[in-house]
């Protein structure tokens, strides 16, 4: 499978590479000593057009493809893991849902203003007793009228208290099979912050991408209007599914700029540190460590590249997104 890069994918690259240098790496250990959100820089991102990097322009995006995207969260994460966060959670988690199952009055009413970087977007699936397994959650929504009544709390959401705009999932029925067995039906919601009976709960402490903004959601009685129900009702865990797989591709692209990042700082490093009289790169040993990271970190690119790829020309590319988050 030929990897080579457009002229396109490289100049965008050196976009990232000069915003991500310039802007982000001076802030990056003061973003995480402090963990303070980022939002200038956020800001500045969204004037830029990286938080709408593979939205069609119709929608207020770039245009750009999936991979494009995934270079863009590499180059920022090879600096600051809270930043290349960001734009993946915006990106995969919120604005792609959207995009992909949104009637055509949410896409123009929400991904418009995400994809510009007027709006910032989160995701809300996890729970204290679910998380990949979407089973589990306890968030229900009754429908009332015209509403949809939500109650409930998310946990480790990304992006938590900072965004504006987030893709909620609940329980809003129970469907039982041939052989008794109940099964959860699950809906998809966009919520809007200031919506009354949402408010935040518990700012986690993380031991890392601490400027990333991670809170626990809580709905009290939030009522959601019935035209900000997702897709179809009952549809949810699909959407969820879909989600998370592009979520990996944001995920792994993160991953694998970090690793990056790593690798560039050693390779400085044992340029300068020097023992025995010479510099601790010259010896053999740390050679053949220097050889195996960067083998295992082009490996990780690639297999990110290609799951980035998957997107674009495949309809199922769970394997793919899968095994690049996992490896990266």
Do not use: W
Not at 128 to 143: C, E, F, R, S
């Amino acid at each position: 499978m030929d990897f080579a890069l457009s002229k396109e994918h490289e100049m965008a690259r050196a976009l990232f590479s000069e915003f991500a240098q310039n802007e982000v790496k001076p802030l990056a250990q003061e973003v995480d000593e402090t963990e303070v959100f980022p939002r200038e820089t956020a800001t500045k991102m969204g004037k830029l057009g990286f938080l709408g990097i593979p939205v069609p322009k119709e929608y207020g995006g770039q245009g750009c493809d999936v991979l494009t995207y995934a270079m863009c969260v590499e180059e920022l994460s090879k600096v600051c893991g809270t930043t290349g966060v960001i734009v993946s959670a915006h990106t995969s988690l919120c604005v792609d849902p959207i995009l992909t199952y949104g009637t055509e009055e949410q896409k123009q009413k929400y991904v418009v203003p995400l994809a510009k970087g007027e709006k910032l977007g989160a995701f809300g699936l996890t729970e204290p007793g679910a998380g990949t397994d979407a089973q589990g959650q306890q968030t229900k929504a009754v429908l009332d009228g015209d509403e949809y009544v939500l109650n409930g709390s998310k946990i480790f959401i990304t992006n938590g208290k900072e965004a504006d705009i987030y893709v909620i999932f609940a329980i809003t029925g129970v469907q039982e099979d041939a052989k008794g067995r109940k099964k959860k039906l699950i809906s998809a919601f966009i919520v809007e912050k200031g919506t009354p009976g949402f408010t935040f709960g518990t700012k986690e402490k993380k031991m890392g991408i601490r400027g990333s903004s991670t809170y626990e959601l809580i709905f009290t009685d939030c009522r959601i209007p019935k035209e900000n129900m997702l897709g179809k009702e009952g549809k949810g865990f699909g959407i969820a599914m879909h989600t998370l797989d592009g979520g990996r591709i944001g995920i792994a692209a993160q991953a694998l700029g970090l690793a990056e990042g790593a690798l560039e700082s050693t390779i400085a490093y044992v340029k300068e540190r020097k023992q025995f009289g010479r510099a601790i790169g010259a010896f053999q040993n740390t050679q053949f460590q220097l050889a195996d990271m960067a083998t295992k970190v082009k490996a990780a690119q690639l297999l990110v590249y290609r799951a980035a790829r998957a997107k674009e020309t495949q309809k199922v590319y769970s394997e793919e997104a899968a095994m690049a988050k996992l490896y990266a």
